[in-house]
């Protein structure tokens, strides 16, 4: 039986609740896709189904946490907008100390972590900055995401031929992987134990989070409402010391959502710091 768009809408609405995942009609095809799916992953017939389960017995357990994951778009790669991570590299890194005088020990928290390549390429550039820096204070990296399947894939550290293509320079696939009899590769405890992952949906209090002085955000407030995207930001830029620096993706933006969080361009990349 055809699942209708009054049902489809069902499912938008309840994704929308827990995620803040926005999904107009004209993307109610994808719905349908992911919850043919679920159909499967539960040993239900069709999408009909799913809906028929979902309004009698309700969305839990590991029906909700595979609709949660089905609904996230995971795009991901390392390195990801390189000019970026040059600036953490060339600027921010060396600036910590004097940007922050009295910290003794900095904090970076990436947001939305996907399959953890962003938080890993952040790492790379850790462990190389405290390579040349060996007296410098620790540098810890927190990463959270909302989606299970994707946290369990950084926590494993292991990415395709395919995916350390995208983004990592052979120099750094060597020094920091190693390949495994399956022929994919693996990363390196020196690079992956800088990393702790947690879940954290971005709609709910960050609290025990504590405070950062980098946050990166990126390509995950795309898929927020205005007033959502205006919400998280300014809940994060409670979690920044000031003088913490804020990044968004290329095609997000932080402008006029607050007074204290200065806009600074440099090498054709936006940032913020936090007034
Ligand atoms: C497109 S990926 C971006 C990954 C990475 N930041 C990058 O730029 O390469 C978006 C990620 O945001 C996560 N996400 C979506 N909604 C979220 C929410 N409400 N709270 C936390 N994470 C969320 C998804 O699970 C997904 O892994």
């Not at 069902?10 to 995942?21: C, K, P, R, T, V």
């Not at 926005?22 to 349908?32: M, R």
Request: proline residues 4%; contains cysteine.
């Amino acid at each position: 039986m055809n699942i209708t768009p009054q049902e489809l809408k069902y499912f938008a609405d309840y994704i929308e609740s827990q995620l803040g995942i926005v999904y107009a009609p004209e993307n109610y095809y994808q719905l349908e896709t992911r919850l043919k799916n679920i159909a499967d992953f539960l040993s239900l017939p069709d999408a009909n189904a799913v809906y028929k389960k979902a309004i009698t017995k309700g969305i839990n357990g590991t029906f909700k946490q595979f609709l949660l994951d089905t609904s996230t778009n995971n795009e991901t790669s390392f390195f990801r907008d390189f000019k970026v991570f040059q600036i953490v590299e060339e600027k921010i890194l060396p600036s910590l100390q004097v940007s922050f005088p009295n910290s003794f020990n900095y904090r970076i928290w990436c947001c939305a972590a996907s399959f953890g390549q962003e938080p890993y390429s952040l790492a790379m550039l850790v462990h190389e900055f405290l390579e040349k820096n060996p007296k410098h204070p620790p540098i810890e990296i927190i990463a959270t995401d909302i989606a299970e399947h994707a946290l369990k894939r950084c926590h494993e550290g292991v990415y395709s031929h395919l995916e350390v293509q995208r983004g990592l320079s052979s120099v750094r696939l060597l020094k920091y992987f190693t390949k495994n009899d399956s022929d994919h590769w693996v990363l390196k405890p020196e690079v992956k134990n800088r990393v702790k992952f947690q879940t954290q949906n971005l709609l709910e209090p960050f609290a025990g989070m504590g405070i950062f002085h980098l946050i990166f955000c990126r390509y995950v407030l795309i898929y927020q409402d205005n007033e959502r995207r205006k919400q998280i930001i300014k809940r994060l830029e409670k979690c920044l010391r000031p003088n913490g620096y804020f990044i968004l993706g290329a095609s997000e933006s932080a402008l006029g959502v607050s007074e204290t969080l200065l806009h600074v361009a440099e090498s054709n990349v936006v940032f913020y710091q936090r007034n």
